[in-house]
């Protein structure tokens, strides 16, 4: 079974869940709302405690690192991830009232939550605390963490990361296809899957051409601060691209990325710092798959999002993918909070969040650890001018 990835199992998930809304009994698809009833309140109950888990023990080792390197690094890495999402926004709200149509009309209808049929019953999981009292508390610890240095709280923090990883990998991950196979069964049965189907096509082509494009950005800014040719850059850094695809992981593709890194002309010792660390701060790719995906669903409610509304959700982003795990779907783990409590989404828009974000996981994950050479070689350059 664990070579029968998580994206085959998404997209086996939708067409499955697709047929048997359009050929089941009602008491079936209802079956089905009662697991999503069950799993979602379970994922709003474990939101708060992904945050904690991930954010603090990320803010106290990235606290521990190495001076003036890691400044550099982690300050590089934040504005390619922000200028990410910018990228993604604009683009999105330039092509998007284009492209998200059906029948003419924007694709907009009413809140898809109506006309679902309802489970057989549910069981409220309330969290232990609300998702913005859960980053304070996260920032608190893993700030306090670097100021005291406690080390005995930092090897709390990360052991209770690893409880929180195991969750996702153990339960949550496994059990995501059957709550979108729910999900795509209902709305198939409510009439409304071909929207969600033909908006998953556009945003996807989209997503990967943001990619694109993002890539360029940095391997220019990184050629020219390094007087080398760009397009030899990135081409050098192909296997890192392709072995993310199939890993889906920053963290597995490190070996790779390392050794190309070097390739490319960066100093080992230089390489040897950067590339971990960019592993788990810089994720620039999966920013602009969270922000892509966002913005669709939100025009799919009808929404108009405004940079007002989206830039503080960006900045966040750019924190909390610090805290993203290194296994598939962890930055969209990481940003669920953020999502419910900045963007407003629902449990139906998280779960359609999910679904679309985990379709395109391994082409944002190649945008990351292909950045990350463009990055290296910039802190590379800098470290050089400022010694």
């Known amino acids: 079974m664990k070579r029968f990835g998580l994206l085959p199992r998404i997209i086996l998930a939708i067409i499955i869940g697709i047929i048997i809304g359009k050929v089941a009994p009602d008491w079936t698809v209802r079956v089905l709302a009662t697991f999503n009833g069950l799993f979602g309140n379970f994922l709003g109950f474990i939101i708060p405690l992904i945050i904690i888990g991930f954010i603090a023990p990320g803010i106290a080792q990235l606290g521990k690192g190495a001076g003036k390197l890691l400044g550099i690094t982690a300050g590089i890495a934040y504005l390619s991830t922000i200028t990410a999402g910018l990228l993604a926004f604009f683009a999105t709200s330039a092509i998007y009232p284009n492209i998200l149509q059906v029948d003419g009309f924007l694709a907009s209808f009413e809140n898809p939550e109506e006309g679902l049929l309802s489970s057989f019953f549910t069981v409220e999981m309330p969290a232990i605390m609300g998702v913005m009292s859960a980053l304070l508390l996260a920032f608190l610890l893993g700030l306090g963490v670097t100021f005291v240095k406690g080390d005995t709280l930092t090897n709390v923090l990360v052991e209770f990361r690893g409880i929180i990883e195991k969750v996702i990998t153990a339960v949550i991950i496994p059990l995501l296809p059957v709550h979108i196979l729910g999900i ?48 030899s850059m990135m081409k050098g ?98 940003a669920l909070g953020l999502l419910e409590t900045m963007l407003g989404f629902d449990q139906t828009m998280i779960t359609l969040m999910i679904a679309l974000y985990l379709a395109q996981d391994s082409f944002g994950t190649a945008c990351n650890v292909t950045g990350d050479g463009a990055i290296s070689a910039s802190v590379d350059r800098i470290n050089k001018m400022t010694s």
């Open 237 to 334: 850094m192909l296997p890192a691209y392709f072995t993310a695809l199939g890993t889906q992981s920053s963290a597995s593709t490190i070996p790779v990325t390392l050794r190309e890194t070097k390739k490319i002309g960066v100093r080992e010792r230089i390489a040897d710092f950067t590339v971990p660390l960019l592993a788990t701060v810089h994720l620039s790719g999966s920013t602009i798959t969270l922000v892509s995906c966002s913005m669709a669903i939100m025009f799919l409610m009808g929404d108009t999002p405004t940079i007002g509304s989206v830039l503080p959700f960006i900045l966040m982003l750019g924190i909390t993918m610090v805290a993203a795990p290194g296994v598939p779907g962890g930055a969209v783990m990481a």
């Open 184 to 231: 795509f069964a209902n709305m198939s049965k409510a009439g409304q899957v071909e929207t969600i189907m033909s908006v998953f096509a556009k945003v996807f082509i989209l997503v990967i051409i943001l990619h694109l494009v993002m890539l360029v950005l940095q391997y220019t800014g990184s050629g020219v601060l390094n007087k080398k040719n760009p397009i």
